[in-house]
């Protein structure tokens, strides 16, 4: 069995890991959007929306029950190899069935097959992904092996892009890099699987003991990628082309970017938050929670008002003139980011480990109609602010009820001081940020740079400084930690 790590080194893993993503993430994305046309990058985009819902019909909620249950097991070798057995079984059969339906939809649906060859590279992306066993590694904590995998393939797609993307045509070959060569690292899992757990060997399966739990899980997966992937495909349908689709995709993969700060993090805690609760250790539970929700709270609020003031200027720097349409759909998604990250945590840090999956279906069923209802509205008159109005209300009401169905863990580890401190902390910074950046260059185009960089800085040492001054524990914690690795060396 592979050997189990401290908390804080796969926190560093995973920390490495999103800072790679992101550094390729800032790279990629004004590379590609001033290479590709608005139009193209939606084609492309939407294309990969859709695959993504069709993913998540592939892995019924795998990717999360699988996490938690091979959790568990870690110890076990048998049983967690009978568990990988189990799941990769039904993700055989769900697989089989939704591919053959995506394969369907391609020829006889118009807006399918007027893009068809990135359609059928997505069906393949999809396929390794769905056979990527990710979750294993996830469940028996392997962040050093999930690090250096990423990290190469990251870099391979990013230098690909750079080498074989050069004109507006060239929209296929992205598609084919973001398809097949990002979803690549998914053969390794499998080649290496049998070296960590023997499931040949296995016969007393019985898939029937996770249907049930599946049911709940597959329901929030499914219903998860409607109102965030879903909004993409109506979006592109409804909207005359899809230049409306590549407006809304910049800002919906900017929030991609600022889900992988959060993640790098808090994506750790998911199978030790499990574990903890399996055997009983309750004081440990609690007390990675509240770590958990302080840097939820912290990193999310300082991106939605960073974002909520500065939204235009970044749009321009990353992208050009070209997207400038895109700039108030970013500012939603800020808030989006917020609101979906606390979702996130409250759904996988608490409803996931103590066996509340039903609750979490439930909660994300009530953004399905909703989302639908609210796209088919607004997305043929409004476009991509259209489109981020209605993931933004779904969102709203989803992480509502999650709230309401966790309120007794909430009320024991939620201060609403320190709430307020946040809240505090970033109002300080924000207007030290418009200070600074009215003092860099104000709003001429020339000086979009200026602005953003001067701005971020701004608002980082000012929402810092003052958060560590107003006591807040995710700021002492961090400064503390820092300062005491500074004095060792």
Known sequence: MAKIRSVKFNALMNTLLTASNMLVSLITIPYVTRILSVERLGDVSFAQSVSTWVSALCLVGINVYGVRECAKVRDDEHELARVVRELLTIITITTAVSLAGYAIAIVTVPSFASLAPLMWMFLVGTLMLSYGVEWFYQGIEQYSYITARSVVFKVAALVATILLVRRPEDYLVYGGILALVTCGNNLLNLLRLNKLVDIR?????????????????????????????????????????????????????????MFQVLNAVLGVFIPRLSHHFAVGDDEAFGQLLRTGFGITIN???????????????????????????????????????????????????????????????????????????????????????????????????????????????????????????????????????IFVAWMA????????????????????????ATAYILGDPTARMICDYAGKKFARR
């Open 201 to 257: 060997r296995v016969r007393d399966v019985n898939i029937r003991r996770h249907f049930r739990p599946l049911a709940a899980f597959g329901a929030q997966s499914i219903a998860q990628a409607v109102y965030l992937s879903f909004d993409s495909t109506l979006l592109g349908i409804l909207a005359s082309g899809n230049y409306q689709v590549g407006l809304y995709q910049l800002a919906t993969k900017l929030k991609a970017v």
């Open 299 to 433: 990193v999310c609020v300082a991106i939605a008002f960073y974002l909520g003031v500065f939204a235009g200027p970044v749009v321009l720097f990353i992208s050009g003139e070209s997207f400038a349409g895109a700039a108030q759909p970013v500012r939603i998604i800020g808030i989006v980011n917020l609101i979906s990250c606390l979702s996130y945590f409250i759904g996988l840090c608490i409803l996931t480990p103590l066996g509340r999956e039903r609750q979490l279906a439930m909660s994300n069923m009530v953004g399905v109609p909703l989302s639908v209802m609210l796209n088919f509205l607004l997305d043929s008159v409004y476009g991509a602010m259209g489109a981020a109005v209605a993931l933004l209300i779904s969102e709203i009401v989803i992480l509502t009820t999650q709230i309401w169905y966790s309120k007794d863990v909430l009320s024991r580890f939620v201060k609403y001081g320190d709430v307020l401190r946040v809240l505090a902390s970033n109002c300080v910074g924000i207007l030290f940020a």
């Open 441 to 464: 260059g104000g709003s001429a185009p020339s000086s979009t740079f200026a602005i953003v960089v001067s701005s971020f800085s701004a608002f980082f040492i000012g929402d810092a």
